[in-house]
């Protein structure tokens, strides 16, 4: 069975760094895009930042410049590496994966940013 297990969230002060790591572990098949999320309260879940399979990235215009996606494609994992982080950061973090037959969500994984 396909499972995304998401880790590296919790309570950082502003300025301070966080990473994310989402695994994806079963059957997966033929992984093309991997992803972060993330939704604050009252609020849509907004894309943060994609990585494909030939390392071609995208990050939402709030993030760039201080986050930074990257993967394993030998261990089917995504990073995701923030640093200047900002009060206006604190969300639960999503990651997603695209197949050539489907897409996954993580669990979420919560990232507050506060003094």
């Known amino acids: 069975q396909e499972q995304l297990v998401e880790s590296g969230g919790g309570l950082v002060q502003p300025g301070g760094s966080l990473r994310l790591s989402c695994a994806a572990s079963?059957?997966?098949?033929?992984?093309?895009?991997m992803g972060w999320y993330r939704q604050a309260p009252g609020k849509q879940r907004e894309l943060v930042a994609t990585i494909t399979g030939g390392s071609s990235t995208n990050y939402a215009d709030s993030v760039k410049g201080r986050f930074t996606i990257s993967r394993d494609n030998g261990k089917n994992t995504v990073y995701l590496q923030m640093n200047s982080l900002k009060p206006e950061d604190t969300a639960v973090y999503y990651c997603?994966?695209?197949?050539?037959?489907?897409?996954?969500w993580g669990q979420g994984t919560q990232v507050t940013v506060s003094s």
């Open positions: 079963g059957s997966f098949f033929s992984i093309n895009v």
């Open positions: 997603k994966v695209v197949t050539t037959i489907g897409s996954y």
